[in-house]
Every structure is written in structure tokens, then in C-alpha cells.
């Protein structure tokens, strides 16, 4: 897929689209720990319930931000920020539980929605959950602006070539004196090189970000995650993969051209 997309719409709308879906992601992380920052505090304001022994009758006391039931005063809390993130449906469309499991743990999750009450153990429990969410997300945004700076520099070096290309593409080699095609074909070993240096620079960054963010060998990698709605996994790599290609293209017709002289 990434071979044949740049020829749909071109270099530097590939690299347009490849922009926004980065801004989305980066806007959406950004959102969910905001959310979590917001949730943790609803959460550090509730106060954890007791049980105490009243004539062999065991009885819950607690006041729970304005409620008697501090499970319900979390979900309503939890509901009311990290579910409430404008893309939520879209992303996620998940439900309390499901969404619990996956922010959290399954046992957390099952503390707060099957327990009897939301105790002191429970409140540090999630306090800690939602700090390491929150902490999640913030390495996930410097690992975009990362992302977003390799991009950009790719782009700036990329989209002159592609330029380039075409005007090299547009001119008529069979009258172009001897001298002319030396002077062509040297240039299209400059732009060769550039395009090469790019990749190279690009593929040590896809290198850097699996290593820095931990991923298994086996996980999809930052730009499989940010660009999985678009018809490329790696923008970058695939357009210097068709410049690289035009490029030798363009050679091989230039040395023909050279052959006839």
C-alpha cells in the first residue's frame, strides 16, 4: 500500500495528511490526561468509607463529595472527565467497566464496580492508577513532538526533491546536448543522496522512538499507532522509497539518452 499511495495524491499531500493525523493524536493525548489530571482530583476529594461495629451490625460511614456512596461518587467522577474526552466515542465507545480495565487493571476495575465500598486502599489504589495513566500520556506527547519534528524535517527535505523530480521528468532528453545529460545525471546523484540521507536519518528515529517507549519488537510502532487511519503506515519511508525509485528512472533515461549522443 505504501509502494502506490504517494502516485494518488502526490508528496506533499501525503506528508499534509500524515501532519493532521499527528495533530489529532497529539491533541486527543493531550485531552486524556487532562481528563485524568481532572479525575484524580475529583477522586483525592472524596473521602474514603468505614465500616464500623454498631450492636454486632456492621454499617458503612462516609461522606463522599455531596453522596453516601463514594463508588458511585468515582464512577460519576470518572464518567464525567476521562469518558467525556470529545473523541471518546469514536475511539473507545466502550462502556464504565471495559473502560476501567483498559485505563487501569481488571482489579481495579472489579474493586469499583462489584466492592462494597470505596475504602482508603481503594482511593490510593487508583490515585496511583490514574497518576501512571497521566504519566503515560505525558511520555506518549514528547514521544509525538518527536515525531512531529522528524516529520517536519523530512518534509523540508523531501518536497524539493519531489519538485524537482518533476521538472527533470518534464524535459525533453532527446535534444539535450552531450554535456547537458553529464550535467543532469550528476544532479540526479545529488538528489539520490539526499534522499537516502533522509531515510537514513528517518529510519534511526523509528529506531530511537521503539527503544525509548519500550515497544516489543512484535507491537506496532509510533507511526503504525498514529497513521493507522490513513493509507500509509510510514509516510517518510514511503516517499523516499518512490523518489528513490523516480530517481533511478530518471537515470536510466538520461544514460539512454547519453547512449544515442
Known amino acids: 500500500m505504501d509502494a502506490t499511495d504517494g502516485e494518488a495524491f502526490g508528496v506533499e499531500r501525503r506528508f499534509e495528511r500524515a501532519e493532521t493525523a499527528l495533530r489529532r493524536e497529539r491533541r486527543r493525548t493531550a485531552d486524556e490526561a487532562e481528563a485524568l489530571r481532572a479525575f484524580a482530583e475529583r477522586v483525592d476529594e472524596l473521602t474514603p468509607q468505614t465500616a464500623v461495629q454498631q450492636g454486632g451490625t456492621v454499617v458503612r460511614t ?43 487493571s481488571p482489579d481495579l476495575a472489579a474493586a469499583l464496580t462489584d466492592g462494597e465500598r470505596f475504602n482508603a486502599r481503594c482511593r490510593r489504589a487508583l490515585l496511583s492508577a490514574a497518576a501512571a495513566s497521566r504519566s503515560a500520556r505525558a511520555s506518549l506527547l514528547e514521544t509525538l513532538s518527536g515525531e512531529a519534528e522528524s516529520l517536519s524535517a523530512a518534509a523540508d527535505a523531501l518536497d524539493p526533491v519531489a519538485d524537482e523530480l518533476e521538472g527533470f521528468a518534464a524535459r525533453s532528453l532527446s535534444e539535450a546536448p552531450f554535456g547537458t545529460l553529464d550535467a543532469y545525471r550528476a544532479r540526479l546523484g545529488v538528489l539520490a543522496e539526499t534522499v537516502e540521507a533522509v531515510a537514513a536519518r528517518r529510519q534511526e528515529t523509528l529506531f530511537d522512538q521503539r527503544r525509548e517507549t519500550g515497544l516489543p519488537t512484535d507491537a506496532p510502532d509510533v507511526p503504525q499507532y498514529v497513521y493507522q487511519a490513513e493509507p500509509f503506515d510510514y509516510p517518510v519511508m514511503a516517499t523516499a522509497a518512490e523518489l528513490s525509485a523516480a530517481v533511478d528512472r530518471l537515470c536510466d533515461d538520461v544514460e539512454r539518452a547519453m547512449a544515442r549522443c
Open 62 to 104: 462516609s461522606v463522599a463529595a455531596g453522596t453516601d456512596d463514594g463508588l458511585e461518587a468515582v464512577r460519576e467522577a470518572y464518567e464525567a472527565t476521562v469518558m467525556s474526552v470529545p473523541h471518546y466515542e469514536a475511539e473507545y465507545g466502550d462502556d464504565y467497566v471495559e473502560s476501567l480495565r483498559a485505563e487501569f
